[in-house]
């Protein structure tokens, strides 16, 4: 098995751009976790679905902020508009089931300029 | 709001020297997971734990949670290099929310 996978591994972009973020979840898996990596904040839960359907978003920063899942093997995250303070690595991870081990993918290093 | 809190924040070791991470939630928790993240890396699933008071050993390491469900450990016997890295608990309040604590970093030195 590949794994999680995540694309880009890393991205640079300027303020106000539109970044996507996507994620390939491990096959079988029905839950499906997008995390915030700061220095400042640590590790942060934005949202989560379970069979393709968001469940909770309450950490979604704002309205910036968006996520879809259209297929069992597929999500995405999106900002736009990009702010600086959205620099951060953000993780894509999958379980089995919500309370089994979460795998996390590699991570995307995303810094806005 | 929920948090999940660890000290020490920061931990530098001889290597062979022994060393643990503590875990504190401001609420009871349903079952709580250990990761590790190396420099660089993304966090690794280490263990579950899930009853009261129960106590589980990987090799040098060993993990206990605590009999009201709100406190966890991580304890590494004589540390490595390899044990590099932090060390994060993600406790389970009830829900399939995993709220990460704030992490430990460990250092070991040669």
């Given at each position: 098995d590949a794994g999680v996978i995540q694309s880009p591994r890393h991205e640079v972009t300027e303020m106000g751009q539109e970044v996507t973020l996507r994620c390939k979840p491990i096959s079988g898996h029905d839950y499906l976790f997008w995390y915030r990596q700061t220095m400042m904040r640590g590790l942060e839960l934005l949202i989560y679905f379970n069979n393709n359907v968001?469940?909770?978003?309450?950490?979604?920063?704002?309205?910036r902020f968006s996520a879809k899942m259209p297929n069992a093997s597929f999500s995405t995250l999106k900002i736009?508009?990009?702010?600086?303070?959205?620099s951060a690595v953000y993780f894509c991870a999958s379980s089995a089931s919500g309370r089994e081990t979460q795998y996390f993918g590699p991570g995307t290093r995303l810094l806005v300029l | 709001g929920q948090q999940v809190m660890q000290i020490p924040q920061y931990q530098h070791v001889q290597e062979g020297e022994d060393f643990t991470t503590y875990c504190n939630s401001s609420t009871t928790l349903s079952n709580i997971q250990w990761y590790k993240q190396r420099p660089g890396g993304h966090p690794v699933f280490l263990i579950q734990l899930v009853k009261s008071g129960e106590v589980k050993k990987q090799k040098r390491l060993t993990f206990q949670f605590g009999e009201a469900k709100k406190n966890s450990s991580l304890h590494i016997t004589a540390?490595?290099?390899?044990?590099v890295g932090t060390y994060f608990c993600a406790g389970n309040p009830g829900t399939y929310k995993y709220i990460f604590g704030t992490g430990t970093r460990l250092k070991v030195l040669a």
């Open positions: 968001p469940i909770d978003d309450s950490g979604m920063p704002e309205d736009q508009p990009s702010e600086p303070r959205d | 540390t490595q290099t390899t044990d």
